[in-house]
């Protein structure tokens, strides 16, 4: 009886063992696959993650540049540019009172470089400077009154210092220095006019404006010329 059941022990056994690995030679394939696969979507999760991020820091850093471009860069022909303030003023009195500081900065320093003893052309530009300008600061004063505006009879702080470096030129330099100084007041002067003309309801604001802007247009021509040219 022993040994009829120890060979079929045995075979059971055998049999076990068999299927036993069978089993788990089967599983291990779909295990590691499985392992490998989301070791794979990890791998790609946290690679997308941080494209993701890189991405993002990106943006952050280009809205950033985008907003610091915006807040150094003003609009051509409004908010300024390489020639200086352009907006429109507030208001009218704004407007006068600037107007008549632009006058006397270009009739003080047209009389600063005519006593340093300017030649040629920066000599007949200065002329033309205090003939054109002093006009204008009759025709704004006119319409000051009526107004009840008080206009200052100085140059701008900005011009005083302008003006205190101009003494210490002399010659050519200096000639050359204040035609181009000509050119960045009367580009100025002129954008600052017809941004103001768009905003006044005023008629008389609107009238000195129309009737001064070609004076200053040609201001600016030539005074571009002048500066491009040897004194």
């Known amino acids: 009886m022993k040994k009829l059941l120890l060979p079929a022990l045995l075979s059971a056994a055998l049999l076990a063992g068999t299927s036993a690995c069978t089993d788990n030679k089967g599983s291990n394939p779909d295990t590691t696959a499985t392992a490998n696969n989301n070791a794979d979507d ?3 999760g946290n690679g997308t993650n941080g494209m993701a991020n890189a991405s993002n820091d990106g943006d952050t850093t280009g809205q950033g540049a985008g907003m610091s471009a915006d807040s150094r860069t003003a609009p ?22 600037s107007a008549a500081h632009s006058d006397q900065n270009e009739i003080q320093l047209s009389r600063l470089v005519l006593e340093k003893g300017v030649t040629g052309m920066a000599k ?4 033309m400077m205090i003939t054109d300008h002093t006009k ?3 025709d704004l004063t006119a319409i000051a009154k009526k107004k009840g505006v008080t206009l200052p009879t100085d140059m701008d702080a900005e011009h005083k210092a302008i003006a205190d470096e101009m003494r210490k030129l002399g010659g050519e330099q200096l ?5 181009q100084q000509m050119v960045t007041d009367h580009q100025k002067t002129l954008n600052t006019m017809q941004a103001h003309l768009q905003m006044t309801q ?8 129309t009737k001064t802007t070609p004076v200053i247009q040609k201001h600016l021509d030539t005074s571009k010329q002048h500066s491009n040219m040897k004194m």
């Open 42 to 44: 990890n791998a790609m």
């Open 76 to 97: 051509m022909g409004m908010n300024g540019n390489n020639s200086g303030e352009t907006a429109p003023h507030k208001d009218d009195p704004e407007f006068m009172k």
């Open 124 to 127: 007949d530009h200065a002329n």
């Open 136 to 138: 204008s600061t009759a």
């Open 175 to 179: 000639a050359q220095r204040f035609m």
């Open 202 to 209: 005023d008629a008389d604001i609107k009238g000195f404006i």
